[in-house]
């Protein structure tokens, strides 16, 4: 069983304060620190600070401060409105990936099929979350910057730490925000409490959130020094610099596929030597994501490939979010044929809600009998288990291959299950860490920079994609192999579920309109239908149009 830092499982102390968000009053997302009783931090100053900060990270592990069904924004399913589950609804189930099954719930079919609105309940969550978290964090720097936490001498230096910590956990709610939303809400720290994010241009808000991440990356030096287990450091941030710069283009008209070359060649240098033939790579890939994946994560003991992981524990951080929701949704026990007990994925939670589209089954190479000797794929639920590969009864379950990814076992560094440190199967919360950037997506994202940008070393980026496709059991490619669609193909492989796939069809042209289409996309069965090109963005919710008088995106 993991042990998390003492001060990252909280006391709810922002909640308390009221420094929370209401999804119907995004305008006044936070209240100022002067409301506040700041005699209450002078009796401790650092273990207030510690605690506010956690909150920060909190915001993003798990729904709110009180247990999995408190929620740090109101209205709504509250483990719907997790960071990592609501990011997950909008950046997978609209893609060729996933297939969502149970649509009673409100939002999702229009999701799920690509018919989303301004209107769409779920895409207002998801925008409502990401600005929650960026309200805490620049709330945190704002306290620190105003003294409001009484600090000495001693504690300055530390103090400096944490806000560059909270300034990439910002960063990454920026990214989606930039990504999913385009000319969406700019506010930081130097803007007073409890005023509305102005709007920006997208390339403006790329601009501005890459800028300050590139200063704080100078400002960290020029060594990777591990953070504690689940926090961000330098690496976390340079991680997140070549996600962006990976999709400059897109986000502000202006390629950059030299700096994430640049990046990545830092990031990987820096675990070379270890692991799967000294790549840095765990030697399992099913490993990555069970019940002990905490051990790949900085100072884990392990190759430490998920650069960047959020924490998730069964007993101290319950969460209808993260990897509960990955795993109970994507399993049943109520399917005929295909009953899946607690043997699969020793978790008790059985959802019957999401499976795999058939174009994402077919990514694979399957034998007659279902098996596929991809290790990515090796626990999925296929034909051998009475599934079928095509998903074109969307509400049936069985209609479709079931991805199996996390789970809650343990296993050792080969992937074999380690029934010592497997949690107890009656647990409905799952302990395996939820995985946001991994070393293997900065080895496909350099490769991908070098054919797309032509930036780079051919044999190099070869040499990247092979560590990954040899991790998985799987032949390595030769040079005529290294194109655009094999390499789009490969990431859906490796990093199917974390939350990538939507962005990577927009960024080679395959999301909106019809040079590709899923079954179910437009919501047509087989083979799925062409929709309208201004869908590579959302709209901007119309209750954040109504509230602060936003542009909408073109064709909303």
């Known amino acids: 069983m993991k042990s998390l830092n003492k001060f990252f499982i909280t006391l709810g102390l922002v909640a308390s304060l009221g420094l929370t968000s209401c999804v119907d009053d995004l305008d006044n997302p936070v209240i100022d620190p002067n409301d506040m ?87 207002y969550t998801t925008y409502s979350r990401i600005y929650t978290c960026i309200a805490l964090c620049n709330e945190f720097i704002r306290t620190v910057d105003n003294g409001k936490f009484y600090l000495t001498e001693d504690l300055l230096p530390l103090a400096e730490e944490y806000k560059r910590q909270v300034k990439v956990l910002r960063g990454l709610c920026y990214f989606y925000a930039i990504d999913m939303f385009g000319n969406a809400g700019y506010q930081d720290e130097t803007m007073p409490a409890g005023t509305a994010p102005e709007q920006w241009k997208r390339a403006d808000l790329y601009n501005k959130v890459v800028g300050d991440l590139e200063a704080l990356s100078a400002e960290w030096g020029d060594s990777y020094e591990e953070p504690s287990y689940g926090y961000v450091g330098k690496e976390c941030c340079d ?46 890939y ?98 051998k288990d009475g599934a079928n590969i095509e998903n074109t009864a969307i509400t049936n379950f069985a209609d479709g291959y079931v991805p199996v990814k996390y789970t809650n076992y343990a296993y050792d560094e080969w992937g074999n299950i380690d029934e010592a440190n497997t949690p107890d199967a009656s647990n409905a919360f799952a302990d395996a860490d939820w995985s946001v950037i991994r070393l293997a997506e900065i080895y496909l994202s350099a490769a991908e920079a070098s054919i797309l940008g032509g930036v780079g070393d051919r044999a190099t980026a070869l040499e990247y994609v092979n560590y990954v496709r040899e991790r998985a059991w799987m032949e390595p490619w030769t040079l005529a192999e290294l194109t655009a669609d094999n390499i789009l193909d490969e990431r859906s492989r490796e990093l199917y579920g974390e939350n990538v796939r939507r962005t990577d069809l927009v960024r080679h042209g395959k999301y909106a309109g019809g040079n590709y289409n899923w079954n179910w996309k437009g919501n047509v069965a087989n083979g799925g239908a062409a929709t309208p090109e201004h869908m590579n963005l959302f709209p901007i919710p119309s209750t954040v149009i109504s509230f602060q008088g936003y542009e909408q995106n073109p064709g909303y």
């Open 37 to 123: 009783t700041p005699d209450v931090f002078a009796e401790d100053p650092k273990g207030y600070m510690d605690r506010v900060l956690a909150e920060c990270y909190q915001s993003l592990a798990t729904s709110g401060y009180n247990g999995p069904g408190s929620s740090i924004i109101s209205g709504g399913d509250a483990g719907a409105n997790s960071f990592t589950r609501a990011v997950f609804v909008c950046n997978e189930l609209t893609t060729d990936e996933f297939a969502w099954k149970q649509f009673g719930d409100a939002g999702q079919y229009e999701l799920a099929t690509m018919q989303f609105a301004a209107d769409n309940g779920v895409m």
């Open 239 to 284: 991680a997140l610099l070549a996600k962006f710069y990976l999709n400059a283009e897109v986000f502000c008209g202006v390629p950059a596929y030299d700096k994430c070359w640049e990046i990545s060649q830092k990031i990987i240098a820096h675990h070379q030597g270890a692991g799967f033939n000294g790549s840095g790579l765990a030697q399992s």
């Open 286 to 383: 099913k490993a990555l994501f069970g019940a002990n994946n905490d051990e790949y994560m900085a100072q884990g003991g392990r190759e430490n490939e998920i650069i960047w992981g959020i924490p998730q524990d069964g007993m101290s951080l319950q969460n209808y979010g993260g990897t509960t929701f990955y795993i109970a949704a994507g399993s049943s026990t109520s399917t005929p044929g295909l009953d899946m007990t607690n043997a699969v994925t020793n978790l008790n939670a059985s959802w019957t809600c999401m499976n795999a589209r058939q174009q994402l089954s077919e990514k694979f190479e399957w034998d007659d009998a279902g098996y596929s000797v991809d290790a990515r794929a090796e626990l999925w639920m296929t034909k």
